[in-house]
Every structure is written in C-alpha cells, then in structure tokens.
C-alpha cells in the first residue's frame, strides 16, 4: 500500500511543527525518516495515524483518507512506550488479539523468545529495551501491510537491533510498506531503500539512500597559492557546500562530482580527489553540518 | 551460494554496486559457477541485513548485463550462455574500475601521464614477467 503525505502542516499556535512536508512512500518501500530531536518526525508519524489532526494537507493511503479498515492493516511502533505499566507481557499479547483480527499469536510467541521476554514480567519491572521489544513483538505479529515504526531499536542491545531489521527486511520483502526513524543512521543505511531528513519541520532532503550516496562526493583540491579561485562556485545548484582552509579548497556536492573534479583542475588545482560520503555525512551536511568543533572552541 | 559477499553498509559506495561488483567478481574468480543459482532477493537481503529492493535492484542490473538470469519461478541464476565471455567481461569490468581508481590516485597527487605510464610498465613487468 502507498502512502501519500501532501504538504502536510502541524501547527501548534503560531510554531509549526511539522511545514509543508510532502512524501510520497511507494508501497513495498521501506521508508527512513531522519532528522535531529525536535525535527517533527514524531508529529508527521501522529498525523499519519490520524492521532493528531493536521492543520492543512493531507495523507493518503493508496490515495484514500485513512479508513478503520486502513487502520487494521497498520502497525505503530511509538517512540515512547505505550505499554500499560501494571500489565504483563502476555496480558499486552492477549489485549492486542482481543483487538486485531490479524494478530498472529504463534508469530507472537516466536518473537518473544527471539527477543528473550518473559511472557510473566510487568511492564513496571522491564528495562527499556525490554519494553521496546515488546512494543516490536506487539506490531510485527500482526503481519501488518503498512508499519509506522519510531526509533523502533532505542535501548535495544546490538544484537536485538539487528534482529529488528532483519524483521523489517522481512517484512518489507513480503510487501510491506514501512517508514521508520531513527537515530541509528547504520541501520536506515541498511533497511531504507528511500530516506528524507526533517529538519526544523522541513524536509531538507529526500531521494532512494544508493542515489543520494552515489551522487554525493566532496572534491578536495589543493591549489599552489591560498588565493583560491572560488568565484562562480556558489552559484553551482550541485554544490551544497565550500570549505576553504588555506590551500585547501573542499567542495560538497550533490552530483556532477567528476565535472567539478575537471572544472578545479582546469582552474589550476594541483591535486584533485573525490570522496564518498555515506549516509550519515549527506545526514550532518543535510541538517547544517557538524558545529561541535565551534561549540568545543568557545568553551 | 557460498557467503561470498561482503558489503560496507557505511561505506559511501552504494550497496546495490557493492553487490554488483562482487557478483562479477565471483563469476570472473569462478567461484559462482555458470548455471549456478544465486539465494533469493529475501536470502539475501536478510544475509547481508540490507534492504530487499536494494538487492532486487543489483539483481536487474545483473541481468541487464546478462551476468545473471531469472526465471520466473524459479529464481536466479548465473548465466550458463555465453558464460565464459560474460565471466571475462566482468572481469574486465572490475579490473579497469580499479585501474582507473589507481590513475585518479595518481593524477591527484600530481603524477605526470609519463610518469604514470611509467608505473604501469613496471607493473606489468612484475605481474607479467613472461611477456617480458
């Protein structure tokens, strides 16, 4: 099932969460929303559900407003745990097939042991991982079509996240749509085969995750003197950012890495290379860049 | 199909020509045999932990350059037409993406053309000493 978001705006009095975001998720995808705390990944995903109303623009799943019947097909891993303190693992089991047909109580067994869950243990007595496991187990029995899944590994141990995306990756390999965030940008790296970066409400980048890596490149090159001849790059729409430091001349882009490459040398670069980024760096540059450095020096 | 592939999930070279490359590699090495049948898009996206249209997408273009064949039904599987010429060109395919990745190095830190020449012929002569 294909999920449509339509510049979608949440405001809350005059601060917008969530500003003139369109998505399009094609069904099968597994979808990878990144962006910063506070970036509006958690409003977009409670609009999605219909848990809190858009102020303008819409969702659509399979072009259609969402429906109960949508609803039994979907799956929501929230961010912060929706668990009942007092209740048992099992109780939450047995709530979850008293409300969905789809509930597959032999999967859900299977995941508890995956995950080591004590089907006894309270809420109360679980450590976070725990209760985010139990929260995955609770959505993954259900063999849902569409999944909404918030940081669906924090506290999970490394070898419990991996379990989750490969439970991702089988479902999306069953046809699943799936959109998740998370700050673990490895794992987006591997599960997501489309991404976007929220940032302020908006997004400040989306595209498929092998596209945005294979055009993105930073071309260094190293001229004789440091009067750089850097006119004319800013207006380049390929390039997203220019560093100079003495010599040095580093130029982010987008794409078109070669014919920058070319067009450096020709302006006197003695030396040009051309680095990859992976998701993580297109991330950083996408919501502003890494200010540690600035931070660590004023103080 | 053995566990051939390893794929860098960080690295900043798409995943889905991570596989490819080392799809051709096997083929050219011989370790993935002509008629040969490859794991599932499934299997081996759960493998390697990566996303399935990722793989389904290697895959295609696996087939585009007739390494590979599916069909329908019954999977995929390492072309047995024409093998040998596909296994050779695949070869060649993953030894000129690394000669052009050493000239790049070359050039950026300021060799001459005749001065990279040079290095090949020396090159050759180690690897290639009959020919000599």
Not at chain 1, 194 to 207: C, F, P
Request: hydrophobic share 45%; with cysteine; net charge negative.
């Amino acid at each position: 099932m294909s999920i449509s978001i339509e510049h979608l705006t949440k405001r809350y009095g005059s601060f917008a969460a969530v500003d003139d975001v369109s998505i399009e998720i094609p069904s099968g995808c597994v979808f990878g929303l990144l962006g910063p705390n506070g970036a509006g990944k958690t409003t977009t995903f409670k609009c999605m559900l219909g848990m809190a109303a858009g102020s303008s623009g819409s969702v659509l799943y399979d072009g259609k407003q969402l429906t109960p019947r949508t609803f039994e097909q979907l799956a929501y891993v929230p961010e912060r745990s929706a668990l009942y303190e007092w209740m048992s693992a099992d109780e939450h089991l047995e709530m979850q097939k008293r409300v969905f047909k789809r509930f597959d109580a032999k999967r859900a067994a299977d995941l508890m042991q995956l995950f080591s869950l004590e089907p006894r243990k309270r809420v109360r007595n679980m450590s976070k991982g725990m209760r985010t496991a139990l929260a995955v187990v609770l959505a993954f029995a259900l063999r849902p079509e569409i999944m909404v899944l918030d940081e669906p590994t924090s506290g999970l141990d490394p070898v419990n996240q991996r379990s989750v995306l490969k439970l991702i990756i089988d479902a999306s390999a069953q046809g699943a749509t799936i959109i998740l965030s998370s700050h673990q940008i490895g794992q987006v790296e591997r599960a997501a085969d489309h991404i976007a970066v929220l940032n302020g409400g908006k997004i400040a980048l989306s595209g498929a995750v092998d596209d945005l890596k294979a055009g993105s490149k930073i071309v260094e090159a190293i001229f004789e003197t440091d009067s750089i001849p850097v006119n004319g790059l800013a207006k380049d729409a390929r390039i997203t950012h220019v560093e100079k430091a003495g010599r040095i001349l580093r130029v982010t882009v987008s794409s078109g890495g070669d014919a920058i490459a070319n067009e450096l040398s020709a302006k006197g670069a003695q030396s040009v290379r051309l680095v990859d980024l992976n998701l993580e760096d297109i991330f950083l540059s996408a919501v502003g860049g890494d200010q540690t450095a600035d931070v660590l020096e004023s103080v | 199909m053995p566990a051939v592939l390893t794929i860098d999930p960080r690295s900043g070279v798409p995943i889905y020509l991570q596989i490819i490359e080392q799809i051709k590699r096997s083929v050219a090495l011989g370790i993935l045999v002509p008629g040969e049948q490859l794991p599932t898009v499934k299997q081996l996206a759960l493998d390697l932990t990566v996303n399935p249209n990722t793989v389904a997408r290697a895959y295609r273009d696996l087939e585009h350059d007739e390494v590979i064949e599916t069909a329908p039904g019954r999977g995929s599987f390492v072309r047995a037409n024409g093998s040998t010429q596909t296994a050779r060109a695949a070869a060649a395919d993953v030894a000129a993406e690394s000669l052009l990745q050493a000239v790049r190095e070359a050039k950026s830190i300021g060799l001459t053309a005749s001065q990279v020449r040079a290095l090949f012929e020396t090159a050759l002569a180690r690897w290639f000493p009959e020919e000599q």
